[in-house]
């Protein structure tokens, strides 16, 4: 079945510094990556959308410049959290579809981010 | 706009007993609905869909759900819940044309021996 690699699974940083989360699908060409965020206990926050070749589509609300998204590649997109805050801190979890939606999404394991 | 509510934050089901997670919709246009377990740290599974068909839909690990479209709902049942079974449920629902995962707020569930 389809999977989708995301990685680093837990990564500390310093405030102030950047920090990337890769979202890679294996067996599979994503037409469309999401990125979502998710506080304790609470359910996924959709932070962007992004479509191979084009520039990601964000969320109300979600900081354009200081959550980078690329979409270089039909399997490959990446999360670039820059001059990190402690509020930053989260679980970041990548999804990536094919084609319609019918064919449902798959999800990334997710990237427990802590920054210091 | 989709939307989806899912009642009761925490669910207690004794070891055996029925896992009953309800799930009510809101969409303009016949949806696509969706249920996915969590386990801590971990990324979403899916554990069942429905997209058109027969609206008794068979899962992973046992569950199933039912599209009742006269109540907007796409409740999750298992007849006889598993230790393994502890862990977070989302209901989650999107529409032909629309790519949008609209999520519920989750069902955190409790496995009691």
């Known amino acids: 079945g389809a999977v989708v690699s995301q990685h680093p699974s837990r990564v500390i940083c310093k405030s102030g510094t950047s920090v990337k989360i890769e979202c890679r699908s294996l067996?599979?060409?994503?037409?469309?990556m999401f990125w979502y965020r998710q506080f304790p206990k609470q359910s996924l926050m959709l932070m962007a959308t992004?479509?191979?070749?084009?520039?990601?589509?964000?969320e109300q609300g979600v900081e354009k410049d200081k959550f980078l998204i690329n979409h270089a590649s039909l399997t490959l997109s990446t999360l670039t959290v820059t001059s990190a805050h402690p509020e930053d801190s989260s679980f970041y979890i990548c999804?990536?579809?094919?084609?319609?939606?019918?064919?449902?999404?798959?999800f990334g394991s997710g990237t427990r981010l802590t920054v210091v | 706009a989709q939307s989806v509510t899912q009642l009761g934050s925490h669910v207690s089901v004794s070891e055996g007993a029925l896992v009953l997670l309800r799930c009510n919709y809101s969409?303009?246009?016949?949806?696509?609905l969706f249920w996915y377990v969590q386990y801590p740290n971990q990324g979403l599974q899916l554990l069942l869909k429905y997209t058109t068909g027969a609206t008794l839909v068979k899962g992973i690990n046992g569950f199933e759900a039912e599209f009742k479209k006269s109540e907007t709902s796409f409740h999750l049942t298992k007849p006889s819940a598993h230790m393994s079974d502890a862990a977070e449920y989302f209901c989650a629902v999107s529409r032909y044309g629309n790519n949008r995962l609209a999520f519920g707020k989750g069902n955190q569930v409790v496995v009691i021996p």
């Open positions: 067996d599979f060409q994503a037409t469309t």
């Open positions: 992004s479509n191979e070749g084009s520039k990601a589509t964000y």
């Open positions: 969409s303009s246009v016949p949806p696509y």
């Open positions: 999804s990536a579809s094919f084609r319609q939606t019918a064919y449902g999404y798959t």
